[in-house]
Nanobody, 122 residues
Framework: VQLQASGGGLVQAGGSLRLSCAAS????????MAWFRQAPGKEREFVGR????????LVVDSVKGRFTISRDNAKNTVYLQMNSLKPEDTAVYYC????????????????WGQGTLVTVSS
């Protein structure tokens, strides 16, 4: 399974970016997909996730109301729409996916994509 993240770049504070992460691989069925980020000198942190079958989403409080997670089932792609960006949102953003375990109906293996850099200037 490969995860390909894209959409990062340089944006001014208050601006918007949309990140995409496409999952590919034979027989890959997503259980959930998530976004994490790692700012310079800090640990990687969870940003949000979407459960594939239900479409339910969860984002952390620091981005609530500004970031939205969505998916395209047909493309096995997850999006992170980031609005009202702040300099503290500057980080490398990573996507991760959990496959559907057909035996249990719950999350199976975990996969990570390469990061995409988001830089927000003040």
């Amino acid at each position: 399974v490969q995860l390909q993240a894209s959409g990062g770049g340089l944006v001014q504070a208050g601006g918007s970016l949309r990140l995409s992460c496409a999952a590919s691989g034979r027989s890959f069925i997503p259980y959930s997909m998530a976004w994490f980020r790692q700012a310079p000198g800090k640990e990687r942190e969870f940003v949000g996730r979407i459960t594939w079958t239900s479409g339910s989403t969860l984002v952390v409080d620091s981005v609530k109301g500004r970031f939205t997670i969505s998916r395209d089932n047909a493309k096995n792609t997850v999006y992170l729409q980031m609005n009202s960006l702040k300099p503290e949102d500057t980080a490398v953003y990573y996507c991760a996916a959990r496959s559907l375990d057909l035996n249990t109906g719950y999350a199976g293996n975990e996969y990570w994509g390469q990061g995409t850099l988001v830089t927000v200037s003040s």
